[in-house]
């Protein structure tokens, strides 16, 4: 059983930054793929970024290649998600999760944890 908790959501200026955490209970976080998700207003749930077991594949979305970089410490028992250039279509709630990446994305998620909001805007 993994229980994931994230943190670090909050409301920020166009072009601002925010750093997401995720952190996992259990021993068996390093046996996990890491992924987080992201849910806007209205709209479907979207994969946004994926890091292997061992953090050395990561894997983005087109929207947020080259903005957000996915990390983790197997160490600490948590993932990251560090936003840059950040767009009022950023706004979403984000949620992390635990699985396996299948192709370039994680498609099988055994654990979700509960997200946290991020806003977007001036």
């Known amino acids: 059983q993994v229980q994931l908790v994230e943190s670090g959501g909050g409301l920020v200026q166009p072009g601002g930054s925010l750093r997401l955490s995720c952190a996992a209970s259990?021993?068996?976080?390093?046996?996990?793929?890491m992924g987080w998700f992201r849910r806007a207003p209205g709209k479907e749930r979207e994969f946004v970024a994926a890091?292997?077991?061992?953090?050395?594949?990561?894997y983005y979305a087109p929207s947020v290649k080259g903005r957000f970089t996915i990390s983790r410490d197997n160490a600490k028992n948590t993932v990251y998600l560090q936003m840059n250039s950040l767009k009022p279509e950023d706004t979403a709630v984000y949620s992390c999760a635990a699985g396996i990446i299948t192709g370039f994305e994680m498609n099988i998620i055994n654990y979700w944890g509960q997200g946290t909001q991020v806003t977007v805007s001036s």
């Open positions: 890091i292997s077991v061992s953090g050395g594949n990561t």
């Open positions: 259990g021993r068996t976080f390093s046996s996990y793929a």
